[in-house]
């Protein structure tokens, strides 16, 4: 099993900055892929922002030249560094890990969430 603490969420105003780290710790095997998503109140869960074990980043068309995704694999902490934040960005954030085993078999693993509130 893999725990995720977020940690770095709270209130900005609007074209500030934040940034959110996660930390994996427990039964680490081969994490693969880890990532950002969001959920604001009445939508679905989004992906944000994703980055595998080989840096090849992925990011949502409406963060692209925001938000900037980082990883150290030394530490399996994840980075995200929010800039120019919208009222739209308010949302719960979920770290999120992805492990591959040995018979290529994915395990997902999930944050507890960290709010983030873009407002003036």
């Known amino acids: 099993q893999v725990q995720l603490v977020e940690s770095g969420g709270g209130l900005v105003q609007p074209g500030g900055s934040l940034r959110l780290s996660c930390a994996a710790s427990?039964?680490?095997?081969?994490?693969?892929?880890m990532g950002w998503y969001r959920q604001a109140p009445g939508k679905q869960r989004e992906l944000v922002a994703a980055?595998?074990?080989?840096?090849?980043?992925t990011y949502a068309d409406s963060v692209k030249g925001r938000f900037t995704i980082s990883r150290d694999n030394a530490k399996n902490t994840v980075h995200l560094q929010m800039n120019g934040l919208k009222p739209e960005d308010t949302a719960v954030y979920y770290c999120h890990a992805r492990e591959v085993d040995t018979t290529y078999t994915n395990y997902d693993y999930w944050g507890q969430g960290t709010q983030v509130t873009v407002s003036s």
């Open positions: 980055i595998s074990s080989g840096d090849s980043t």
């Open positions: 427990g039964s680490i095997f081969n994490i693969n892929v």
